[in-house]
């Protein structure tokens, strides 16, 4: 795989309506809609607009379909379109790429305390009220600072957790828009480390609302410690963004979920939730109550339980960051392999393998490294490769994974593959 270019994935819309996904290798998104025309024209189609489209990679890791056709063209080398089933949802999903942080603005004045691309997403011209839930963890002497800056504050915590644990949990603030706390979690830190911005820390998930501090604080309380199908409770750290932002994605389609999250037992609700993840994405997720089902809004309302369901994009969020991870290691492990690829090609390529190798029932840590390894030496699909068909068959036995990744290894030490 050439190092500037990579598979990208996307949604578009057809001129008679449709919705389609398409996959392609190119070098950028210009380049990979041209990629998408030219398909569609070969099928008598054509395209009407760009719905969303990005580079294969990590951030998509939950996304089995873009996956598959991304494996397509690195099979066949050519574009892979396919229709898409997009249910109606309530979610209303943007995202906003290349987004940069402000920067110390000396000699500037006025001050932006907020990036000129983010100011109409958190700041439209209405009676909404933005508020940040802030991680104190990640923002040393959150509880002082919030009190020495007049700003309305509540700690999600009650009681004498309050007093025990406060200082590190999350809090939840009326974020005016002038506020030095406003500039100071839009600004990236100098590389020098002497400054005071927040940016790289990611310590809050933004939210606009009509709702009182005291009503938005008793609703996401319900969130905050949960209790399990078990009978068991855990704490949910819903208001880290990256793990925001993966939750609500993956809950897309799930009207009575996004009821519990955006609307109140007494009928307030967010507006919109907002999380900034890193390398320049922003999400904003709107909420549009009139597209639940009659049976969603109609049936008594629920209690909140952490179940399976909602389990499926956090565990979508740790096979990414193991992606990441593995990604990271192969740089280091294999330097004459990896060495003049970017990371983006590199996670890219580990995640092609992952997603190869999940149907084989090949998930263990080690043994997906060891693969990713192979395809950069070898190539994505070395096994189809294997003249005595010795490998493929492995990996369609009925063995467990562990055990097909031991003999997999055992066969090309023997030269299986020359």
């Known amino acids: 795989m050439a190092t500037d270019r990579c598979i990208w994935v996307g949604r578009f819309q057809l001129a008679d309506g449709r919705d389609i996904r398409g996959a392609a290798m190119a070098a950028d998104q210009t380049q990979f809609r041209t990629s998408i025309i030219e398909a569609l024209i070969r099928r008598f189609q054509v395209l009407d607009r760009v719905i969303e489209a990005s580079p294969l990679g990590p951030a998509i890791a939950s996304d089995q379909a873009a996956e598959a056709l991304a494996l397509q063209v690195l099979r066949s080398g050519a574009p892979a379109i396919e229709h898409a ?22 000699g500037v004045y006025p001050l932006r305390t907020v990036p000129e691309q983010l100011e109409d997403w958190l700041y439209p011209n ?13 923002v040393e002497g959150l509880p002082d600072l919030l009190s020495s800056l007049g700003l309305t504050h509540r700690s999600l915590f009650a009681g004498d957790a309050v007093e025990e644990y406060g200082s590190s949990g999350p809090w939840l603030v009326a974020l005016e828009r002038d506020s030095i706390l406003t500039r100071r979690l839009f600004t990236k830190l100098p590389d020098d480390g ?3 911005g927040l940016w790289d820390a990611a310590p809050a998930i933004f939210i606009r609302t009509l709702m009182t501090p005291d009503a938005l604080r008793h609703h996401l309380r319900r969130f905050l410690r949960v209790p399990l199908e078990n009978g068991s409770w855990s704490m949910f750290r819903f208001y880290d963004p990256v793990v925001f932002e993966a939750y609500l994605s993956g809950i897309a389609d799930w009207p009575i979920r996004l009821r519990h999250w955006f609307m109140t037992a007494d009928g307030e609700r967010i507006e ?16 549009d109550e009139t597209a639940l089902p009659p049976e969603v809004t109609e049936e008594p309302r629920p ?16 096979r990414r960051n193991n992606i990441q991870s593995m990604a990271r290691d192969l740089k280091s492990l294999l330097p004459e392999v990896f060495d003049g690829r970017s990371q983006q090609d590199v996670d890219q390529s580990v995640h092609l393998t992952v997603a ?22 070898f190539g994505h699909d070395f096994e189809h490769r294997d003249g005595t068909g010795y490998l493929a068959s492995i990996l369609r036995s009925n063995q467990d994974g562990r055990r097909k990744a031991a003999l997999v290894k055992a066969a090309l030490k023997g030269g299986v593959i020359g």
């Open 194 to 196: 002497i400054g005071f």
């Open 126 to 138: 209405d009676q909404a009220t933005l508020f940040a839930v802030i991680d104190g963890s990640k």
């Open 303 to 318: 209690a909140f339980r952490l179940t399976d369901r909602d389990r499926i994009p956090l565990r979508a969020l740790v």
């Open 272 to 287: 919109r939730v907002i999380a900034i993840t890193g390398a320049g994405q922003a999400s904003f997720f709107d909420f």
């Open 356 to 377: 190869r190798l999940q149907p084989y029932g090949i998930t263990h840590c080690a043994d997906l490294l060891l693969f990713a390894g192979w395809d950069g030496l």
């Open 85 to 106: 089933d997009n249910p109606p949802t309530a979610l209303v999903a943007d995202r906003l790429l290349g987004l940069e942080p402000l920067d110390a603005q000396f």
